[in-house]
């Protein structure tokens, strides 16, 4: 007989299948019964727990059968953990997301009371993905739609049944929304009689009709099928609400619903989809202007219904992509592995790209493949494309052998935009003329992809898979390919790794030979040893020879046995490294003083499991070049692995070493390198060309005052003569003495930091200055709108009341009087005709494209002088003018606003005698200011800000005749050439007015 059940207290890592499971479960429940067998199911497969230890306690369960944490997580909405005599009790609340209906709690019950520590995060986390997956459908399954109420036995009755029977059966089974909110309309109509019934649905701001049961005039339906916005009264009511709202009295200006005047009241019942309105089911009548008891319970009725059927088409939807992307995703881990697999035993780049190629292919149907890396110099702008591997049949043989021969860069930006970008370009609909190289023979492609393939982090090539059929890029499709070049930048990394490795390798064992030292490999649990070297100069065996006899018995000094045999005994128990100093006798006889050094290999339990050492010849000396060589070797090894370059320098100046990623950084071969003055080669000049001092150079302070330093805003100069920014720290380096022998330089290329700190800085220049013009233009809106209901209305005024006059005074016969009316008449006129004049310059100073260009200010302000020359006779006026400078801008709209600001200051003089206007200019790095002054009227610092307002004045026009326009349009000028305006003035003491233009 078993014994009993041992229950699991500390939950491990929860598997995801057990959720995916729910969601099918879900899926098909019915009533809360079947969601709290669902959730139990679900929480004891996925956390490894009994079905005692799980439960789903709803907010309708007795209270007194609560557990303490179930009912503290009802109470207080949020999980709780809590620690009882019988063990750990954990709830999670499940609450309704679009409605936030409180439906219950999951509760778990850990039985040992010391395992609470047990409960990991990942528990906690599976726990509530179930909650929130078993809330939708836990509200659905409670809710109980209100009953619809039918009409009195007979026809109608009859009709509103099997409307109600079918609308039932399809809440059930139908997940199309439209052919639901037709059979909603139905049962509406059929109940209650002549009501219309329109189902919209929430698009771009907009609540465009989906399905219209009703008889509505054609303007009304244009109305509703263009939209109504979003926060149209009633609908933002109902949103708000998220329940059924009722309009009696509708009125269609109040509900700014146009065309609706026929409609006396109207009905509105939301749907939301994860919390955000969706849909909305609205009814309208226009035989009461009221809605009875019976209509209003109708509509909440069929609403609720249809709620629910709603709900279970997106939950249904929901589950079908889920179930989809796990499919796809399968296939696409089915695919890989065996590319993983195949990949790992490839060292053949070209063989690499094919394999991968072979897989993708078989994937997508009708395609081809073709693999680019770059050809040629691209900074003698001779650079292309080479084609390294093609897969798949051209169903255009010459389209083939047009890619063979190469593309040009620049011309294809299929692959430009990939390689430049590091970012895949998916085309549904393929372009011909994004391959310009051979755009008529790439008609039979219907569809692409091309993606960079990364490669020690940067992007060696682009793989490009046509479809000669119509092909739709999805998400699993997008995935496997990115997926595939992922594989094999991997791939292709690992066979680069392997070739420095062959060749470090083949340089090792060179200087092994060469050095005179005797190499040894040796398994502790073994006996035997390889030996390799100056086996035979060293010991005067050969290696076959050696290999049977016994280094510690028989090679040995028999004096130094015993000490090499401990020292050997106390780095194998605790040592990563073997040093030893003895003696051999050799195969005539001789004996050696040698040096053995050693590395010991241990595995996880930390046994010795391998060591590799060097016997050298201390007599010749071949300790202390053996020492140098093991070094090399390890300085290379940590050297080709560092992302950052790194390069020695010597106190002489010269390189002493570089890593590989600094010689790729800089375009240099380790010869072309190493061994030269470094300060000449990459730090010779500023960004600017100017001459860089090696005596200012922070590299070489370094090993002059023995400081370390990191700088940025520098720049290195590669091979090719091109630079790029850096940031680098410069390290000094001390022997054992401490004295310095020179350099460590650490430094990475920072261009693409650059690069998006620039455009960052441009985004908000531009955003900033964007905003200004916006506000400008709001101002002269709000202007306009002014003008068009003040100061054109005053002259409209005029005009009506004296041509009223002058037509009783001729009727008077009074010539004179009527004569007299008639000019202010007139002056009305020309008023308003100044007016509209000023508002057209106005308006096409801001719609006037801009023509920047050199613009020489000094020519500026002489036409200025010119234009106002005639408001200047029997007049005396001191001109004080400084040189003025020449400026980036439109030179048309420039010379306007020289002209007004010169204009202002000739108006506003002319009771001054003598006049006196002073024109001059100020620099900074950044921009120039502009000022011109007078001594005229001046003006009330307080009014400065409306100073440039369209139709802002703070003079009588009696005094001074304008329209308040002239200076509007300056700021506007100004405004759009990046530059700001600005006046200051007193009251009888003259005006500054002025402006700023960038650089």
Request: aromatic share 6%.
């Amino acid at each position: 007989m078993p014994g009993p059940q041992r229950v699991r207290t500390t939950p491990p890592h929860p598997s995801s299948e057990p959720l995916e499971q729910l969601n099918v479960a879900l899926a098909a429940a019915g009533t809360p019964a079947d969601v709290r067998a669902a959730v139990r199911h679900a929480v004891t497969d996925g956390l490894h727990l009994t079905p005692e230890q799980v439960d789903l306690h709803l907010v309708d369960d007795r209270v007194d059968d609560r557990p303490a944490a179930v009912q503290a997580a009802l109470t207080e909405r949020l999980p709780q953990h809590l620690q009882t005599p019988q063990g750990r009790e954990v709830a999670v609340p499940v609450v309704h997301g679009s409605s936030g209906l409180l439906l219950g709690a999951v509760y778990v019950r850990l039985d040992d009371p010391q395992a609470a520590h047990g409960w990991t995060p990942d528990a906690q986390d599976y726990l509530q993905a179930v909650a929130v997956q078993a809330s939708s459908v836990l509200a659905r399954t409670r809710e109980t739609p209100m009953p619809v109420a039918l009409p009195p036995d007979g026809p109608g009755r009859d009709s509103a049944l099997d409307a109600l029977i079918a609308f039932t059966q399809a809440t059930a089974s139908t997940t199309d929304v439209i052919a639901l909110a037709q059979q909603a309309a139905q049962v509406i109509q059929s109940t209650l009689g002549s009501v219309g019934v329109m189902y919209a649905e929430l698009q771009d701001g907009l609540w465009r009709a989906r399905m219209l049961a009703a008889r509505v005039p054609d303007a009304l339906r244009a109305t509703l099928d263009a939209g109504l916005p979003e926060r149209t009264p009633a609908y933002a009511q109902a949103v708000e609400a998220r329940q059924a709202v009722f309009v009696d009295d509708w009125d269609a200006q109040e509900q700014q619903t146009p065309q609706s005047e026929a409609s006396s009241a109207a009905a509105f019942h939301p749907f939301f989809v994860d919390g955000e309105p969706h849909g909305m089911l609205v009814m309208g009548t226009s035989s009461h202007r009221q809605w009875d008891a019976q209509a209003r319970g109708v509509f909440r009725a069929v609403g609720s219904s249809l709620n629910l059927a709603l709900e279970r088409a997106a939950q249904t939807r929901r589950l079908a992509s889920r179930n989809a992307e796990l499919q796809a995703r399968a296939r696409t881990l089915e695919r890989f592995a065996d590319l993983s697999r195949d990949l790992a035993l490839e060292r053949d780049p070209r063989a690499l790209v094919g394999h991968a190629q072979d897989i993708v292919l078989t994937l997508i149907p009708s395609g081809v493949s073709t693999y680019y890396e770059p050809d040629g110099d691209w900074n003698a702008g001779a650079g292309g494309w080479r084609l390294v591997s093609h897969r798949g049949h051209f169903r255009n043989p010459d389209l083939l052998r047009t890619l063979q021969g190469g593309l040009s860069r620049g011309a294809n930006r299929n692959v430009d935009v990939p390689y430049d970008t590091a970012e895949p370009v998916y085309q549904d609909s393929f372009d011909p003329g994004t391959a310009r190289t051979a755009r008529e023979q790439f008609t039979e492609i219907r569809a692409s992809a091309a993606l960079p393939v990364h490669v020690s982090g940067r992007v060696r090539g682009v793989l490009v898979v046509g479809v000669h059929e119509a092909h739709l890029w999805t998400d699993s499709d997008r995935s496997l390919l990115q997926t595939a070049v992922r594989s094999l930048g991997i791939a292709l990394e690992r066979a680069e790794q392997g070739r420095e490795i062959r060749t470090w390798r083949e340089r090792y064992e060179t200087a092994v030979r060469g050095s005179g030292h005797l190499l040894y490999d040796w398994n502790p649990d073994r006996t035997e040893r390889v030996y390799g070297g100056t086996v035979t100069a060293i010991t005067g065996y050969g290696e076959t020879e050696l290999g049977t006899l016994r280094w510690a018995d028989d090679v040995v000094h028999p004096d130094d046995q015993a000490a090499y045999r401990a020292g050997l005994t106390d780095a194998l128990a605790s040592g990563e490294e073997l040093h030893l100093r003895y003696r051999l006798i050799t195969r005539d006889g001789d004996v050696q003083d040698i040096e053995d050094d050693a590395f010991i290999h241990r595995d996880a339990q930390g046994r010795a499991t391998r060591v590799i050492g060097f016997v050298k010849d201390v007599t010749d000396r071949h300790r202390t070049e053996a020492a140098l060589n093991a070094a090399s070797r390890f300085n290379a090894l940590l050297l080709d692995n560092v992302g950052e370059g790194l390069a020695g320098v010597d106190i002489q100046g010269r390189t002493s070493f570089a890593n590989p990623a600094a010689l790729r950084m800089l375009g240099y071969t380790e010869q072309e390198f190493v061994g030269r003055q470094q300060h000449d080669l990459i730090h010779h000049s500023h960004a600017d060309g100017s001459p860089y001092p090696r005596r200012a150079c922070p590299v070489y302070a370094a090993f002059t005052d023995g400081k370390t330093r990191t700088v940025d805003g520098e720049v290195f100069w590669r091979k090719d003569g091109s630079s790029f920014p850096v940031e680098y720290t410069s390290t000094p380096i001390r022997d054992a003495s401490g004295i310095i022998q020179g350099a460590v330089l650490a430094f990475r290329d920072v261009t693409e930091r650059r690069l998006a700190e620039e455009r960052q800085r441009q985004s908000n220049a531009d955003l900033a200055h964007s905003n200004e013009e916006l506000h400008a233009a709001n101002e002269e809106l709000e202007a306009f709108a002014y003008s068009a209901s003040h100061d054109l209305r005053t002259p409209v005024r005029h005009v009506k009341g004296f041509s009223e006059l002058a037509r009783k005074a001729v009727a008077q016969g009074n010539a004179d009087r009527a004569v007299a009316h008639m000019q202010v008449v007139e002056q009305a006129a020309e008023r308003m005709s100044a007016l509209i004049d000023a508002m057209l310059h106005l308006s096409r100073s801001t719609r006037q494209e801009l023509r920047p260009g050199p613009v020489d200010l000094n020519v500026l302000l002489e036409r200025a002088q010119a234009d106002v020359a005639t408001d200047l006779h029997g007049r005396t006026v001191q001109w004080v003018v400084s040189p003025l400078p020449t400026v980036q801008g439109d030179a048309t709209t420039l010379q306007q606003v020289m002209t007004n600001l010169v204009s202002n200051a000739v108006k506003f003089t002319r009771d001054r005698d003598p006049a006196r206007i002073e024109v001059w200019a100020e620099g900074t790095p950044d921009h120039w200011t502009v000022q011109v002054r007078d001594n005229g009227a001046g003006f009330d610092a307080t009014y400065r800000d409306k100073l440039f307002g369209v139709f802002q004045r703070l003079h009588n026009q009696r005094d001074f005749e304008g329209t308040g326009v002239g200076l509007a349009t300056v700021r506007r000028i100004v405004l759009r050439h990046g530059g700001r305006v600005f006046a200051d003035g007193e009251v009888g003491r003259g005006a500054t007015f002025g402006f700023t233009l960038p650089r």
